[in-house]
């Protein structure tokens, strides 16, 4: 089984501050990434699939980047829309697995 | 769009059976692969498994021997059952469908999700 890995697994940061979450994965998974967005008792939503592409209607301060078995996602300008968890998760193969998250509170 | 919405009991108790369904509005349930997965404070996002509408599953193999997942195409369902459950069982449960575009794979939509407590 692929594990994957976040770091941090939790973030303070500011409004307008730019912040980079990374996920490894345990094994080579070429571009099989995706990052989701997870808000307290609500559903996760995907933000990346692909390592880099951005899903429809996300705003174009998220990006992703990386292959292999290390990845980045990266805030630019952070709104307060944007505090939340985050989770990595691969596709490559089943069973598929998810990171444990990055907790991104407000400094 | 294509909206999916978890329904079952809330509670169940340790040895029994969770038996969750998830019902797809807005699109069909046909062609696509449909996930369970769920999600505890202790162990994260876990993925269960998933069914083409075909009737076709895979599993994940920590959970293999006591799940089984079933689909409906007549009523725009899909189900879950875990058999012979424990403390560690409780969760959040959520339905996905399994999206793809091109080569890659993801979850989206998901269901609301559903907390399920095994408790006596």
């Known amino acids: 089984d692929i594990q994957m890995t976040q770091s941090p697994s939790s973030l303070s940061a500011s409004i307008g501050d730019r912040v980079t979450i990374t996920c490894r994965a345990s094994?080579?998974?070429?571009?099989?990434l995706n990052w989701y967005q997870q808000k307290p008792g609500k559903t996760p939503k995907i933000l990346i699939y692909a390592a880099s592409s951005l899903q429809s209607g996300v705003p174009s301060r998220f990006s992703g980047s990386g292959s292999g078995t290390d990845f980045t996602l990266t805030i630019d300008s952070l709104q307060p829309e944007d505090f939340a968890s985050y989770f990595c998760?691969?596709?490559?193969?089943?069973?598929?697995?998810f990171g444990q998250g990055t907790n991104l509170e407000i400094k | 769009q294509v909206q999916l919405q978890e329904s079952g009991p809330g509670l169940v108790k340790p040895s029994e059976t969770l038996s969750l369904t998830c019902t797809v509005s807005?699109?069909?349930?046909?062609?696509?692969?449909w996930s369970w997965i769920r999600q505890s404070p202790g162990e994260g996002l876990e993925w269960i498994g998933y069914?083409?509408?075909?009737?076709?599953?895979t599993y994940s193999p920590s959970l293999k021997s006591r799940v089984i997942i079933s689909v409906d195409t007549s009523k725009n369902q899909f189900s879950l059952r875990l058999t012979s459950v424990t403390a560690a069982d409780t969760a959040v449960y959520y339905c996905?469908?399994?999206?793809?575009?091109?080569?890659?794979?993801?979850?989206?939509?998901w269901g609301q999700g559903t907390l399920v407590s095994v408790s006596s």
């Open positions: 069914i083409y509408s075909s009737g076709s599953t």
């Open positions: 094994q080579s998974i070429s571009s099989y």
């Open positions: 998760q691969q596709s490559y193969n089943t069973p598929y697995s």
């Open positions: 996905a469908r399994r999206s793809r575009s091109g080569w890659i794979t993801y979850f989206d939509p």
């Open positions: 807005g699109g069909s349930i046909t062609g696509n692969h």
